[in-house]
């Protein structure tokens, strides 16, 4: 994708100062999916970089995953499956817990979302230290599905949450690089 329509996008990322606390500029995309052409772009990015991968189901994140997750599934012909916070999904689950900076954190995933075989890319709208997608990823694969890669539309990089998902064998594609500074 040329630079003018990266910059387009980028343009519809709402920068949100101390938000969700004091010090933490906040990177909204509500703002670009509320915009149909920049919202168009990104999917356009995401299934660009995808066309020639097997891919069996598109797993989103909540929440804002679910949003570039089921436009993308819709997009390249393939399923859709929701990755959760706890006590969301009506059949039996699945979960993976992992740690945050402070405490921990749980999502699941109905147990029969995948099989064995089955190949699957991950979905988020922001990758910052990696923590939640990789244990999205480790559910997938738990389930005996294979992760194909992990896509973001914004990716934090001095939080280097790229390497904590290359680590475990995951591909990382992103299209909005920021460094913070």
């Known amino acids: 994708m040329n630079n003018e329509k990266l910059q387009y996008v980028r343009e519809h990322v709402r920068e949100v100062p101390d938000f969700p606390k004091k010090g933490i ?3 909204d995309v509500t703002t670009i999916v509320k915009d149909a052409k920049a919202f168009d772009l990104c999917i356009e990015y995401l299934a660009e970089n995808f066309k020639d991968e097997k891919i069996d189901y598109i797993a989103g994140i909540e929440s804002r995953g679910f949003i570039f997750g089921a436009a993308l599934a819709n997009k390249l012909k393939v399923g859709f499956i929701p990755i959760r916070k706890p006590n969301k999904l009506p059949a039996e689950t699945i979960k993976e817990t992992y740690s945050l900076e402070y405490g921990t954190d ?8 995948v099989k064995e075989g089955d190949r699957v890319l991950v ?8 923590g939640t997608a990789v244990a999205a990823c ?5 389930a005996g599905a294979q992760v194909v890669a992990a896509a973001f539309i914004i990716e934090l990089e001095p939080l280097k949450g790229k390497e904590k998902i290359e680590n475990t064998g995951v591909k990382v594609v992103s299209m909005l690089k920021y460094d913070l500074d």
């Not at 979905?123 to 990696?130: E, F, M, Q, R, S």
């Open 25 to 27: 500029l906040f990177l």
């Open 106 to 113: 749980t999502i699941e995933m109905h147990s029969d979302a």
């Open 123 to 130: 979905i988020d709208d922001l990758l910052a230290t990696g």
């Open 138 to 142: 480790n559910l997938i694969k738990r």
